[in-house]
């Protein structure tokens, strides 16, 4: 996904490679592009968010409808806790340690988003992670072509392929920006966020559902920035590194997307650059902000 020593081209090239597959990879399963004719049940839209922390030792009411999005307890957890996660090398043409890395970058995940949802006195519960070579129908529906990576609602799991040409050209920030982001879908999917999501789906316009899908994307993106924030300087994320990264998605995030789902390249570029640089939850609050910064 990115490129890691600049000074030798072949690595560059193994960068741009591997960049080029994990964008790819950002896949939400929706329901009308899954080849199951059942929308995937949210649970989220049959119960309220927990609710937040209370004042002075009464309860707060629970946050319903359009503000599990806008103004979700998360927003208010301050910067992601940092639970130096340090996964490891992942040396090419090894499946042991592509699969090692996988399960540490999400362990990893699953500390610092744990320690945000006690913050916010919310419950939460791990994404299963299925680790596969070929592409598998997933309860959300069959897998998309091009995909690398899915995060389906229905079963909570985050469905990871390794490829032949990603155990040949394996990029350790890459693969991470990519578990985070597939991760950030199942935050949204624990706190509520999604359950604002899906009933606004309903009956709306085709223009407003790739609105929503855009703030859902663009969210999880930013989700996974504020992850790799908590790894900056460190030999997995360089300065160097991320700004490349940053910048090849500000050229080429939305190529391959048919229809405007994602976010335009600035705009992925600028909500990574947001989440990264301030480390917070509550900086990736794509519900509340302008349309015009969510394009």
Known sequence: MNSAPFGKIAALVAAVLALALAAAALVL??????????????????????????????????????ALATANPLYQTGRLTDVNCSPGDLPAGSMIAYRRFLTRVTNCLNKAWAAQFRKAEATFTKPR????TTKVKTPCGAWNTGADGVYCSTDRTMYLMISKDQLRNPFPLGITRLIAHEYGHHVQQISGIWGYYWTAREGATKAKRLQLSRNSELQAECFSAVFM????????VTDADWAY???????????????????????????????????????CNTWAASPRNTL
């Open 229 to 236: 924030s908590t790894m900056k300087g460190t030999s997995l």
């Open 245 to 283: 990264t940053v910048d090849w998605f500000r050229k080429n995030g939305a190529k391959g997307w048919p229809q405007n789902d994602h976010g335009k390249g600035p705009t992925q570029a600028a909500w990574m650059t947001r989440g990264f640089n301030r480390g917070t939850p509550g900086a």
């Open 29 to 66: 399963v929706l329901a009308d592009v899954a080849t199951t004719s059942t929308e995937p049940v949210n649970e989220a839209q049959q119960a309220a968010a927990p609710p937040t922390k209370a004042g002075r030792g009464k309860k707060q009411a629970p946050v319903l409808g359009k």
């Open 129 to 132: 992670l299925r680790i596969i």
